[in-house]
Structure formats: C-alpha cells, structure tokens
C-alpha cells in the first residue's frame, strides 16, 4: 500500500509540475498572452486577494492557456499500454487481439490534419474554432489524461490543481526572461514531458504587500 501510495504521489507531482513549467515558459515567451491574463485575473480577482476555486469558472482565458499548454506538450507524450481485446483495423492497419499499444498523444496534438499552425502557442484557439473541445477525453484530438476506462485516475485534481497553482503564480508575480533571447523550450527524453533546460526567471511581485503575508 505505501508503495502505491509514493507511486501515485509521484506521478502526480512530476507530472502536475511538468505542465506548470511549460505554462510559464510559454507565458514567458509569448507577454501579449501573459499580459492578457492577467489583466482577466485583474479584471475578475482585483489585486487586493489570492486567487480561490470560486474564480475560476471566470477565468476562460486562463483555461485556454491550459488546455493550449496540454496540446503542445502532454505530460505523458505516450499513453500507458494498453491490449488489443479482439482483432480490429484501426487506420487501415490489422491489429491482431492481444498485441500491447500505445497511443502517441504527442502527435495526435500536432497533426496539421486537425490543428490549424499545430507548432504555434494559441490559447485563443479554444475561444473560438475549437471552443468545445476539452481535455477529459471526449474529444480525441486532444486527450493528454488518456480516454475511456483507462483514462487517468488524477485528472480530475491535476486540472484544478493546475488551474490554481497557475493562476495565483502570474498574478501574484512579474516574470522576466534574465536572457533577451526567448527560453529553450526543447523537450527531454522521457516517461515524463519536461523542459530539457532548467526555468530560470526573474521574479517581482505584482499585489499588494499584505496579501503575501510573511511570504514577500
């Protein structure tokens, strides 16, 4: 059981971690999109509290970059095996019962068949042509926790956790690349999608003194 317990624990860590550096990175690299989610942030939260769970069906914009940030790098790039029950042609290909499969979500979310400029970073996307579109395994084209009974089990606490973690850094905080040239965003090997290169930034708070308490 402590076993399972540390196992769990640490995959919804690394991962959950994973996505948050990419978010910022991301936000980073293109301070239009930063700029304008924190203004959202500004507009529903004010600059006087931390943002809470009650905010955060207000925060459409915040959720594109999410579910934008999920498309461009999954935290699983491949799903966990899974087994053929019976023979089947999948995309003109006999898949004979029985041969283990895995599914390559990163190039689902890449293929230009589906997503228009699929390389480029656009949460407003989401806003529009692919308003619909979620990431709980409804919609094929963007599956990053998996789909159908194997979907993954923390989806549920990893999206609020990411929501809210991600909301209170950009707008508690200024970033700033210390390089005038944009972050690395180049992958690493891996179970996990990390970032290859450690997120260095330059760090100010953007509230008001009493709403860090002891922590600025």
């Known amino acids: 059981m402590t076993k399972n317990i540390i196992a769990i624990y640490g995959a919804a860590t690394d991962t959950t971690t994973a996505t948050l550096t990419w978010a910022l990175a991301l936000l980073v690299n293109h301070p239009v999109v930063l700029r304008q989610a924190q203004q959202e942030l500004q507009s529903h939260v004010g600059r006087d509290r931390k943002v809470e769970d009650s905010d955060m069906n207000h925060l459409v914009y915040l959720q594109a970059i999410i579910k934008e940030t999920m498309r461009l790098y999954p935290a699983a790039p491949l799903s966990v095996p899974h087994e053929s029950t019976e023979d089947c042609i999948v995309g003109g290909y006999t898949i004979p019962r029985g041969t283990r499969l895995l599914v390559n979500i990163w190039k689902i979310h890449h293929d230009p068949q589906i997503w228009a400029a699929p390389f480029e970073f656009r949460p407003e996307r989401f806003l529009t042509s692919n308003k619909e579109i979620d990431v709980k395994g409804r919609h094929f084209e963007l599956i990053p926790f998996g789909s159908g009974r194997r979907i993954c089990l923390g989806m549920s606490f990893a999206l ?14 200024e970033f700033q690349n210390p390089s005038n040239d944009q972050i690395d965003m180049t992958e690493s090997p891996g179970l996990v999608n990390h970032l290859a290169t450690p997120l260095e930034l330059l760090v100010a708070p953007r509230l008001l003194p009493y709403v860090y308490g002891d922590v600025v």
């Not at 609020?160 to 905080?173: C, D, P």
């Open 160 to 173: 609020e956790a990411v929501q809210l973690i991600l909301a209170n850094i950009i707008h508690g905080f």
